[in-house]
């Protein structure tokens, strides 16, 4: 499976943006998706997951109201919807997908994903 993440940009406080990661592959409706993202001098850090269904969805507390995952099953993609972007959110931000059932949980642990994209750079200007 590869990944391929797009989207991210320079923005001011309080603007949004919407990252995609583009999947191709074996499967590629069997993948559970997540984003991470890992700011300088800090560790890779857990944003936000959907299941495989697309029907449940996971987020860390410090993005919970402000970002949005959602899936295009057509598409291949999946995406990441950010507002309210504040200079905390700058990051690079890397999507994740694994293989699981359909009926398994979403995953927040980093070491959970097989494949990951290669990145994508949100800065946030004060």
């Known amino acids: 499976v590869q990944l391929q993440a797009s989207g991210g940009g320079l923005v001011q406080a309080g603007d949004s943006l919407r990252l995609s990661c583009a999947a191709a592959?074996?499967?590629?409706?069997?993948?559970?998706v997540g984003w991470f993202r890992q700011a300088p001098g800090k560790e890779r850090e857990f944003v936000a997951a959907?299941?495989?269904?697309?029907?449940?969805?996971e987020y860390a507390d410090s993005v919970k109201g402000r970002f949005t995952i959602s899936r295009d099953s057509a598409k291949n993609t999946w995406y990441l919807q950010m507002d309210s972007l504040t200079p905390e959110d700058a990051a690079v931000y890397y999507c994740a997908a694994k293989y699981g059932i359909l009926t398994a949980p979403v995953s927040t642990g980093a070491g959970d994903y097989d494949f990951w994209g290669q990145g994508t750079q949100v800065t946030v200007s004060s």
């Open positions: 959907i299941s495989r269904s697309g029907s449940w969805t």
């Open positions: 592959g074996r499967q590629v409706s069997r993948l559970f």
